[in-house]
Each structure stands twice: as structure tokens, then as C-alpha cells.
């Protein structure tokens, strides 16, 4: 599997050091082996794993100087694509956020393995939201949590102002950002820009660039769940 993650990252543009791409190895054999007792991705096939997560999570930097960036994912997961953006910038400030326990677990459990240094959290973006890290993040990142309205609110928030959050989305990026209009609105965001690609096997997806332009209301996140009920 080493040989062809490295040949596969080279062939789009990544250059990993042998550390790097061990690691990432390592990780698909964590994520193989807990895959067996909770669901954490129905993606488990090595060229799923390479092409799917790996290159995927792996986009934003095309994009973004990351190195020595303080980077927020909110809702990873399975780690995605907070890990593999560390494993191949170390310099990367990370911060995981999960809501649930068991993923966290893992994620704590891969941080160990790997000798990854980040700050994992257990706790829903909306509370974080009202609470200490309010406004503090320079960046964030999501991928496949939820519509982009909903992402706002959970995003926006925990920005700092002039920060921005990259939104990782499927191949409606721009339909989505139209439709989160209000929400930006009210949240204090605006797209800067939706930038689309596709994965080596053909898959189309969309990278949405959000700005925080304004301070976000005190009366937002609304409480844990409105979210995702009421969207913006």
C-alpha cells in the first residue's frame, strides 16, 4: 500500500517524507482494525482509503500555505481531514472536534499511535460556540457534516474575525453557497470563492471559502440540535 499511496499523492501533487507516508499507512491499519467495532467509514478499501480520504482531506493545501496554521475541524469524524493534513504538515496547530465519545476514543487512540501532537475535543460545536473558543480560530475546516447553513453556524462563531472556514463538499458546492445566503448573512460570513476539482478516480467535488467579515450575534450557535433542525 506504501508504494502506491506515495505514487498516487506524487501523481497529484504531494510530496510526503517517508514519515509522513508511513503514518498514514499506520492510520488506515487503526482505521481497519476499529472500523470492525463502531462505523466509522463505510470507505475501507485501500484505494477508498488513498483516493476518497487521503486525497480528498489532502485538497485545501493546494490551495492554503498550512504550515504553522492554527486549524479547527469541526466534526472529523474518523479524522478526516484534520489527521491526514497534519500527518503531511506537522506544523499544523491541530484541533479535532467530535460530538461523539466512541469517535473521539479513537481519535485519542490515533493522536497516541502516531505520535500526532493535537488537541482533541469532546464536546458539539455549538457549545464551543458560546463558550471559551468563541471567535478564537484563524481557521476551520468541515467535510461532509452537514448543508452549508447549517456548517455556518456551527463555523462562524468560532471564527476570529478575518478568519475563514473551508467547506468540503459535494459536487453542488455552488447551489449550496446560494442557498446559505441568509445564514451568512446573519452569521457575519460571505464566500469568497467555490473552487471545484475532482478525486483520481473521476469524483467531482467543491471547496467553499467562507470569510468572517463581521462579529457573529451573541444569540448564535443557537442551542445543540436547532442547527441541524431549523437551518438558518
Known amino acids: 500500500m506504501r508504494t502506491e499511496l506515495e505514487q498516487i499523492l506524487a501523481d497529484n501533487g504531494f510530496s510526503c517524507s517517508g514519515l509522513s507516508l508511513d503514518k498514514l499507512c499506520q492510520y488506515y491499519q487503526l482505521l481497519a482494525e476499529w472500523n470492525q467495532k463502531m462505523n466509522l467509514t463505510a470507505l475501507i478499501e485501500p484505494r477508498d482509503f488513498i483516493y476518497k480520504h487521503i486525497c480528498d482531506s489532502l485538497f485545501p493545501a493546494k490551495l492554503f500555505s498550512l504550515s504553522a496554521s492554527s486549524l479547527l475541524d469541526i466534526g472529523t469524524g474518523a479524522g478526516f481531514p484534520g489527521l491526514p493534513l497534519k500527518i ?15 469517535k473521539v476514543a479513537f481519535l485519542r487512540h490515533c493522536c497516541q499511535e502516531l505520535a500526532v501532537e493535537a488537541d482533541v475535543l469532546w464536546e458539539r460545536a455549538e457549545n464551543l460556540g458560546q463558550g471559551h473558543k468563541r471567535q478564537s480560530f484563524p481557521l476551520a475546516v468541515t467535510r461532509a457534516v452537514a448543508s452549508l447553513s447549517v456548517v455556518c453556524e456551527y463555523c462562524l462563531p468560532l471564527l476570529a474575525l ?16 446560494e442557498a446559505a445566503g441568509n445564514a451568512l448573512r446573519l452569521l457575519g460570513g460571505r464566500v469568497r470563492q467555490v473552487h471545484f476539482y475532482r478525486l483520481p478516480p473521476g469524483d467531482q467535488r467543491s471547496l467553499i471559502v467562507i470569510e468572517k467579515i463581521a462579529a457573529t450575534p451573541p444569540a448564535y450557535p443557537r442551542r445543540p440540535g436547532i442547527p441541524a433542525k431549523k437551518p438558518l
Do not use: N, Q, R
Open 88 to 102: 503531511v504538515f506537522p506544523d499544523i496547530k491541530l484541533t479535532l472536534l467530535e460530538a461523539s465519545a466512541k
Open 162 to 177: 478575518g478568519g475563514c472556514c473551508l467547506a468540503m463538499k459535494g459536487p453542488g458546492g455552488a447551489e449550496e453557497a
